[in-house]
């Protein structure tokens, strides 16, 4: 166990593990990180488990109580998370695919003289907050009260809904008022503000392009973010803004937005095109699972 120890959950109830999560766990440890691998599935496949060793300096086979923040928990318990050495530990999950690229530039970017708690990206909706997919603490913010609290009164509570509010929300909430500095690698403000300007414009009707479905779609969230923004309305950065933080150098994109698009995201359908334009091509695993996972739609 180094000094820098990456968090990552899992849930699968067959138990088995994706490619997509074997990338992005390999990723991890490339970065130099400790990794600590911890399922809500209650088991584990004799092949999933063989193939995860390699790559974790631990392993945590738990039942999903308490869902990722009950995992997170026993994840720092079992370890005796922080050491005296330990200088880092990030809060990951399975909810992402990616990474796109290696990820030593998005985690060269956490600077901890810069801030204490960071997190891939912030969101404003319910209240302000780091979303949890992505989490970083540093020595700062891990030898503090209120992080040794937090995770102290964290509860193995059956609502999602509960996890999300007291403890997505409740967690960068604790970190603020202790007086600890929370940041995001990329700020909602930026993203907000890089819509392509064409999609904004009024298409001339007797321009052939006009009656493109996708141009078309493409214009109408264009026009929902500038409104949201306008109107002051929080957005969710994972779905609405996948484009922008593509093009910003992000390097996942939302398991949930391709599968199920839940919020009905307008203009997902050239998100292949627009991974290729920022990162040269679509991993392999990512199509592998969307053809396993997908029903009724077409990604």
């Known amino acids: 166990m180094g000094p820098k120890v990456a968090i990552f959950v899992h849930f699968d109830a067959q138990g088995s593990v994706g490619p997509h999560v074997l990338h992005y766990v390999r990723a991890l ?3 130099g990180l400790s990794v600590v691998f911890v399922t809500n599935a209650g088991k584990l496949r004799p092949d999933a488990l063989a193939a995860l060793q390699p790559l974790c300096a631990g392993i945590v086979v738990r039942r999903n109580i308490g869902y990722d923040f009950g995992a997170m928990r026993e994840g720092l318990e079992c370890l005796g998370l922080p050491r ?3 200088e880092m530990v990030i809060l990951a999950n399975d909810s992402i695919y990616g990474p796109l690229k290696p990820l030593t530039e998005m985690v060269q ?7 204490d708690f960071w997190g891939a990206t912030e969101s404003w909706q319910t209240r302000y907050h780091l979303q949890s997919f992505f989490l970083a603490a540093g020595r700062q913010t891990l030898t503090s009260k209120a992080w040794r609290q937090f995770w102290e009164d964290v509860r193995p509570v059956r609502s999602k809904v509960w996890v999300v509010n007291q403890y997505e929300v409740g967690l960068t909430q604790k970190m603020v008022r202790a007086g600890l500095r929370c940041a995001p690698i990329w700020p909602y403000c930026d993203l907000v503000k890089d819509v392509d300007a064409y999609a904004l414009m009024d298409i001339p009707k007797d321009r052939p392009e006009s009656k493109e479905p996708m141009i078309t779609m493409r214009g109408i969230h264009a026009h929902r973010i500038r409104h949201s923004a306008a109107t002051q309305k929080p957005l969710n950065p994972t779905s609405d803004l996948w484009r922008q933080l593509l093009r910003a150098g992000f390097p996942f994109i939302k398991r949930e937005l391709l599968r199920d698009n839940p919020s009905q995201v307008a203009d997902i359908n ?9 990162f040269g091509g679509v ?9 396993k996972a997908m029903r009724n739609r077409a990604p």
């Open 84 to 86: 005296a050495d330990t």
């Open 109 to 115: 970017k956490i600077d901890f003289n810069v801030a």
């Open 29 to 31: 440890r490339d970065t």
């Open 270 to 278: 050239d998100w292949r095109d627009v991974v290729r334009r920022n």
């Open 283 to 291: 991993p392999d695993v990512i199509e592998r699972d969307l053809q």
